[in-house]
């Protein structure tokens, strides 16, 4: 699949993309909501492998894409897609970028047309999400792209000596405003 918006291509992984990937995901800004406390080169390429073996599944059931520049093809990010199976209504989102290109609306624009396409061509009823309640950025990106908060999750994770809340979102299709 191959996606492309006013400023960004969203487009499959390829197996040569880790190196893209190790150099945003070892930056403190980026781990801070996440268990990891740093990323390796083994960790990573399998992350990545995890994507090019979902583009392997019939029916593709999960689409995690890279987030790459129009201009000049970066890779600054990935987002993804993901039903539970062929039948149904309800596909997952989530997104992440490298933090040298966080606040420029690339996250909202890239998750933006994975929304567009769940409710268009896939005829989804209901799209969702979640995040660590602590994570503003995300819960921006979420809330500007019309998601509505539907629940919390009080610590229910546990990671860097903490336990943090986690926040669930939705938003249904006659919501949804391309
Ligand atoms: C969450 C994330 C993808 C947002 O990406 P982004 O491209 O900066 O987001 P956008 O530019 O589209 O902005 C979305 C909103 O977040 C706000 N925002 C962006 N970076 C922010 C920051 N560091 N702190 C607070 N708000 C921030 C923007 O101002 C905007 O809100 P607004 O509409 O009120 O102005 C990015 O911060 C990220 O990759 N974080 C690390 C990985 C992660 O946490 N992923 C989400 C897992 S659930």
């Not at 970066?74 to 039948?87: D, F, M, P, V």
């Not at 209504?89 to 567009?116: H, K, M, V």
């Not at 950025?137 to 908060?149: P, Y």
Request: proline letters at 3%; aromatic letters at 12%.
């Amino acid at each position: 699949m191959r996606i492309t918006t006013d400023r960004l291509v969203l487009r499959e992984f390829t197996s040569g993309d880790w190196p893209d990937v190790l150099a945003y995901q070892c930056d403190s800004r980026y781990l801070r909501f996440y268990p990891w406390s740093d990323r390796t080169e083994s960790g990573v390429r399998a992350f990545v492998q995890m994507f090019l073996d979902e583009q392997q599944l019939e029916p593709r059931l999960r689409f995690q894409l890279a987030i790459t520049l129009a201009d000049g093809g970066a890779l600054i990010g990935n987002c993804g897609i993901r039903r539970k199976s062929e039948n149904n209504s309800e596909a997952d989102i989530g997104f992440e970028l490298s933090p040298e290109y966080w606040g420029q609306g690339y996250a909202t624009e890239a998750t933006r047309a994975l929304i567009d396409l769940g409710f268009g061509e896939w005829g989804l009823h209901r799209v969702s999400s979640w995040c660590i309640a602590d994570n503003v950025a995300s819960v921006r990106a979420l809330e500007r792209l019309g998601l509505k908060l539907e629940g919390r999750l009080r610590e229910n994770e546990h990671f860097k000596g903490r336990w943090w809340d986690t926040l669930l979102y939705g938003l249904l299709e006659d919501e949804w405003r391309p």
